[in-house]
């Protein structure tokens, strides 16, 4: 191998070495024998997995549409409607739970008059589930746009050209092709709203989820305390967009 060759090598290897470290410390650092779920830890788990399930919900029923009209219309102020849709991505997470404070909290302009219908978005599983949509749905639609435009559009004419509605060129043509693509993007907006925790400590500190749960344990009790909840945010969290990743790559080397 040339030398040129091998130095590339040694630093990609080395820069798998760095991204490895944290969790090789991970394993190394925690006290298996004394391992123990703290009081609460449990419900953090269901309350993350249930209400992340939620937003999942809503993010692929409103940002399918939204990501498919990014990637197949062409409209005048398309730029406006990108922007937005990055806005949220870009902003800190802080930020944006601040953000959805000054709209959606008990004294914002719309979280008022919600609040006085009877709809909180403080504290309650609605603002757990709102806070998570947004901090999850602008990576569904770019990645679920970039799905959509990987779908040759020679195959949609074809099945408009065959007398097949608009609708039905999607539903049959249009989501199998671009299925990985949005499976993948789901899965990323998964993982983002499991471990979200600045936009979720804002509007949603209760009901506490697994992020803002690491975060109590650490505060009341120390290093001892996160280790059984963070194992298990990694068991709960990951398997989806891994193996997401997985087969997305496996099913590009067959194609």
């Known amino acids: 191998m040339p030398r040129r060759a091998l130095f590339v090598a040694a630093l990609g290897l080395a820069a798998l070495a760095t991204l490895a470290l944290p969790f090789a410390g991970l394993v190394l650092s925690t006290p298996w ?16 997995l249930v ?10 029923l409103l940002g399918t549409p939204a990501a498919w009209l990014l990637a197949r219309r062409e409209f005048r102020g398309k730029w406006a409607c990108e922007i937005l849709v990055l806005l949220p991505l870009l ?7 601040l953000l959805l404070s000054i709209s959606f909290g008990p004294y914002g302009w719309l979280g008022g008059p919600l609040a006085r219908a009877g709809l909180s978005l403080t504290n309650t599983p609605a603002a757990f589930v709102l806070a998570q949509v947004y901090a999850s749905a602008p990576y569904f639609i770019v990645a679920a746009r970039a799905a959509f435009e990987g779908v ?7 099945s408009l050209s065959l007398g097949q509605s608009a609708s039905r060129t999607f539903v049959r043509i249009t ?10 993007a789901l899965a990323l907006a998964w993982v983002r709203a499991l471990g979200e925790f600045g936009v979720v400590l804002i509007m949603a500190y209760y009901p506490q989820g697994i992020p803002v749960r690491l975060w109590v344990n650490l505060q009341d009790t120390g290093m001892s305390a ?19 990743g997985l087969w997305s790559r496996r099913a590009g080397v067959r194609a």
């Open 91 to 97: 902003t800190p997470p802080l930020a944006m739970g």
């Open 226 to 244: 996160v280790y059984p909840l963070l194992w298990l945010f990694f068991a709960v969290g990951l398997p989806l967009p891994l193996l997401g």
């Open 51 to 60: 209400y992340t399930a939620l937003a999942m919900v809503v993010v692929a």
């Open 152 to 158: 040759p559009r020679e195959l949609e004419q074809m």
């Open 175 to 184: 989501l199998p092709l671009a299925g990985l693509g949005l499976g993948a």
């Open 33 to 48: 024998p004394g391992l123990h779920l703290q009081p609460g830890d449990g419900a953090a788990v269901a309350t993350s």
